[in-house]
Every structure is written in C-alpha cells, then in structure tokens.
C-alpha cells in the first residue's frame, strides 16, 4: 500500500470530520473484519454533513471469532468450542481502533454496497483518523497499541500539527 501524505489524502476524502466515538463494534463483511464506529459530529471541516450529528463509520479491520464459516478453513487443528472461544484480530491501514469517549478527525468516502447506505467508510490511508489532544494537537495512532508511544509524547504526534493548520490544509486542498 502507498504511503500517501496529508495533502494527498484530504482531496479523496468525501467528509473530512472530528467527532467523539459513542460505541464500538466489530463485523465481518464477507471475508473481512470491519470496526463499526458509531459518532457524535462535534464538527465538519470539509463536506456537506449539515444534517446529521451523530455517523456511523465503517472501518477496514477489527475483530472476528474463528468460528466464522470464512474463517474455519484456516483453523482445521482446532475443535468448534476452540474456535468459538478464539478471537481474530485482523489490523489494517496500520491503525489502532478509536477509544470510546475520545475525540477523533475522521476523513470518510461513501460506503460500499455491502455497508448501511446511510454509513461512511474511513478512507484506509495514513492519517486517516487522528486523535484530537488536550491542546488541539493531532496524533496519528499507528498498530499496534502496544508498542505505539503515549500520545501524550509529541514524537508520537503529526509533526505538531494543529487542528488550525488542518483547517488550512483542507481550505487549501478542497478550495
């Protein structure tokens, strides 16, 4: 996959929002896992969103049990009960899954065929969706959590980017 950057990325996304994460869940669409993030819109910053203050964001990648029947082929060596009790954790577009109650910039495009018709998909590129600091700083949470730094650290943040300069960015790119 392409590593593309910020300026790159704004002119693709259809809504460019930031919005506090109500509740998550996971899905599979066919073979693939998929987080489904259910928002409340504190504020658009690029596309026409004016009627809806709360979204629901299909993100590629999540969590999954084994059981699946598109799973099941690839686990032969274990019982059913194995496989209803193993959880896959399939990661995509080196993301960690929003944390409910956090505020977050989501750049969205419109949905599959397979998704709500009145749902977004998080665009899957770098940058995609950054955490909103105490100080309107933005940081970009790569995968996996474990090993990624607080962000609270400011190496851990988008070149000290602020959600003003983001604002610019997206004028400057949309306009």
């Known amino acids: 996959m392409a590593s593309f950057v910020l300026e790159e990325v704004i002119p693709h996304a259809t809504a460019i929002v930031q919005a506090t994460v109500d509740n998550i869940e996971y899905t599979s669409i066919g073979a693939n896992a998929w987080t489904v993030i259910d928002a409340a819109v504190q504020d658009v910053l690029s596309g026409d969103l004016s009627d809806r203050s709360n979204i629901t964001i299909y993100a590629y990648g999540g969590k999954d049990v084994a059981a699946a029947e598109h799973n099941r082929e690839s686990y032969t060596d274990m019982t059913d009960e194995e496989l209803e009790n193993t959880i896959i954790r ?18 969205l495009g419109a949905p599959t065929d397979d998704m ?31 090993n990624a730094l607080s962000p609270a650290d400011t190496a851990n943040d988008i070149a000290h980017i602020t959600l003003n300069d983001l604002r610019e960015l997206i004028h400057r790119y949309t306009s």
């Open 90 to 107: 399939q990661a995509a577009d080196m993301q960690e899954s929003p944390l409910v109650g956090q505020q977050y910039i989501f750049f």
């Open 116 to 146: 709500p018709a009145d749902a977004y998909e998080q665009l899957g590129w770098k940058f995609c969706q950054m955490l909103v600091g105490d100080d309107d700083t933005l940081y970009y949470l790569p995968y996996p959590a474990e």
